[in-house]
């Protein structure tokens, strides 16, 4: 999107969550930015304080378990566990008496002591070398201005009285923000702090709100109530355009509801290409709620489901039984069509409550995925067992995480054929495994002969390949999932494989409408997407000739 006169302002940022959008905008103030009251307090009224806090916490628990039960019935239990973490947080009984020696020993008042301890512990979070703990100071944050709107005795978010058709612009977005949004209010979100990774990328991509991030000095560059024009496709936005610039873009936003009205109708038939190639267009999920999504939009399977869902949520380890149960209930609906289960890819910033694991320097390059399996063999055994038995009666293949070396398959495999020959099955179900490293896609020649099928992490495979996390905003603009080194190890992955083996890939980029074409004239006839996105992605396909060749 460009401004096509010098009356248009065009404000660049990066795209946090795809779509067009158009609508006035709505400066957001979060409350931690505000001044409180600051006052001493007796000796005598330090129970009093405190029973404000207690009572507060109280409140702000009860408020977490409704946003996680909301969330979970209308978006995901990828959602829910925010607010569950959160309530997990507020429980901890350090952070109780750290509260309890702060009014003790400052003597002020409750909302001074909840900014103190909060902003301490954000600090601690942020100046964190592992990327998973710096990712929850916005998890303290976001608590901290929840204990505040209760003292307050503020009971309506400011966001809930937003005006129809605003385009929210903040500096950034917590969890208690974005359950208020919602897509008959909320036309698009601008956001000055807002990448990839963040709980606001999440959140609107499930709603299906179109977000740019990483607009600098966002409330003088966007005044409140200007008419904006947001591109979260490209990542820009138009201040204040012109007539004929808004009668434009106000045309392609018509369009392109007009093509999702039309991607809707034909979810369920398949995606075949314009000259006649059929296509496979796979969900990602993490839940039983994400699997009848993903049915209902018209998967033609599942081709990633994630198994850190039951993990995370679990302060115990699932044993076998309370596994093979939940993931039967779950697939039940799609027990018919292929499906791919991923070994728990735990590590970097997943890291489940059942797991003692260890602090590292650079966990992102550390005890991840099948490296952190092979150091808990009894873990990963359960696993096995599990998915052995689910594929009597289901398609399931089992997929390998975060592999670098040979050994990482032929561990997983060695144990998968102990599990059968113990149980007295009557087959292996395939294993296959993520091309996550650049180390894997130049060795995949070496890795094919002992893998049944592989799936492209585009994700990881990306932040690897450009030494740029995808949650750090400070390299965002290295982060590039189209980038020629990275396109270039998807060709030699494909190239190499395809006439062997099937190849999926199930990253970000595989929703990227710009570049659906571009990965299938690579030689990819699988994606697997989120839920949301299947009918689109079918829609983009059989738009496309995919036998021309394409240089990278």
């Not at 006052?39 to 806090?53: M, P």
């Not at 954000?122 to 998890?139: G, L, N, T, V, Y």
């Not at 936005?237 to 610039?245: I, L, Q």
Request: aromatic share 6%.
């Amino acid at each position: 999107m460009r401004a096509t006169t010098c009356k248009n302002k065009l404000v660049n940022g990066v795209s946090v969550s795809s779509g067009l959008a158009w609508g006035r905008a709505y400066h957001y103030q979060d409350i931690l930015w505000r001044e409180h009251d600051h006052y001493a307090v007796s000796k005598q009224q330090l129970t009093n304080e405190y029973d404000r806090i207690d009572t507060a916490i109280d409140d702000v628990q009860d408020d977490l378990m409704h946003s996680a039960q909301n969330t979970k019935e209308h978006l995901n239990d990828e959602v829910a566990d925010i607010f569950q973490v959160q309530s997990m947080m507020l429980d901890d009984l350090t952070l109780l008496d750290q509260l309890k020696d702060t009014l003790r020993t400052e003597q002020i008042n409750a909302e001074q002591v909840i900014k103190i301890v909060f902003r301490r512990l954000a600090e601690q979070f942020r100046d964190a070398k592992d990327e998973a703990f710096r990712s929850k100071a916005d998890d303290i944050e976001d608590l901290c201005r929840r204990l505040l709107m209760s003292l307050g005795g503020i009971q309506a978010h400011m966001l809930e009285r937003l005006p129809p058709h605003s385009v929210v612009v903040a500096r950034r977005l917590l969890p208690s923000d974005t359950i208020y949004l919602s897509r008959q209010a909320a036309a698009g979100v601008i956001l000055e702090q807002g990448g990839l990774g963040s709980h606001a990328a999440l959140l609107t991509r499930e709603l299906g709100i179109p977000c740019v991030g990483h607009v600098q000095d966002i409330f003088n560059t966007v005044t409140n109530r200007s008419l904006l024009l947001l591109d979260g496709d490209n990542g820009s936005v138009v201040v204040d355009p012109d007539r004929e610039t808004f009668l434009g873009f106000r045309d392609l936003v018509k369009n392109q509801r007009k093509r999702l009205r039309k991607a809707q109708q034909q979810r369920f038939a398949p995606a075949v290409s314009a000259d006649g190639e059929q296509i496979s267009v796979m969900a990602n999920v993490n839940s039983p709620e994400d699997v009848l999504n993903a049915k209902a939009q018209g998967c033609d399977g599942i081709g990633l489901y994630r198994l850190e869902g039951v993990y995370l949520s679990n302060k115990m380890v699932p044993s076998a039984e309370e596994l093979y149960s939940y993931l039967r209930e779950a697939l039940y609906v799609v027990r018919d069509q292929p499906l791919v289960i991923r070994l728990l890819d735990a590590g970097g910033d997943k890291r489940p409550p059942s797991l003692s694991l260890p602090d590292e320097p650079d966990p992102f390059l550390g005890l991840r995925g099948i490296r952190l399996l092979r150091e808990n063999l009894d873990l990963l055994k359960t696993q096995l067992e599990v998915l052995a038995k689910l594929s009597l009666t289901m398609k399931v293949t089992i997929l390998i995480p975060m592999v670098t070396l040979k050994e990482d398959i032929l561990v997983v495999r060695r144990m998968l054929q102990d599990v059968v020959a113990e149980k007295g099955y009557r087959q292996v179900p395939p294993l296959g495994f993520m091309v996550e490293t650049p180390a894997a896609a130049l060795c995949i020649e070496q890795l094919l002969p002992l893998t049944d099928f592989i799936s492209i992490g585009s994700n990881d495979l990306t932040q690897y390949t450009m030494a740029a996390g995808r949650e750090n905003m400070s390299v965002s603009s290295y982060y590039i999932e189209h980038h020629p080194a990275v396109l270039s190890l998807i060709r030699q992955v494909i190239a190499n494989s395809q006439k062997q083996i099937p190849v999926s890939l199930c990253g970000e980029l595989a929703a990227n409408k710009q570049h659906i074409s571009s990965l299938l004239r690579l030689g990819l006839r699988s994606f697997s997407v989120a839920p949301p996105m299947i009918p689109e992605v079918k829609s983009i396909i059989r738009l496309c000739r995919v036998k021309e060749s394409l240089q990278v």
